[in-house]
């Protein structure tokens, strides 16, 4: 289960409240633990940051465009499951 990382820190994913991601790995493992307010700051009504940044820095559109389609927690967790376990 490993796929690409960035290792430059301009591309990271910064969290609101702290840390940052690296992977699509490291997505899905913060997402099993992220609190309600930092996932809302993430993904609402006006803005999926997890979708753009999949789309933008990891390059995969497919997966991005299937994580913009929600705003639930667990179906996103699914989607990334589905999409690193395939």
Known sequence: MATY?????????????????????????ELQTMDQTTFRHHVNQQRNDFASWVRD????????????????????????FMNLFR
């Open 57 to 80: 820095v990891m390059d995969d559109r497919f997966l991005a465009k299937n994580i913009e389609l929600t705003q639930d927690r667990d179906q996103m967790l699914k989607l990334l």
């Open 5 to 29: 990382a960035v290792t430059n820190p301009d591309q990271y994913f910064y969290l609101h409240g702290g840390g940052s991601l690296r992977s699509i790995e490291e997505l899905f493992a």
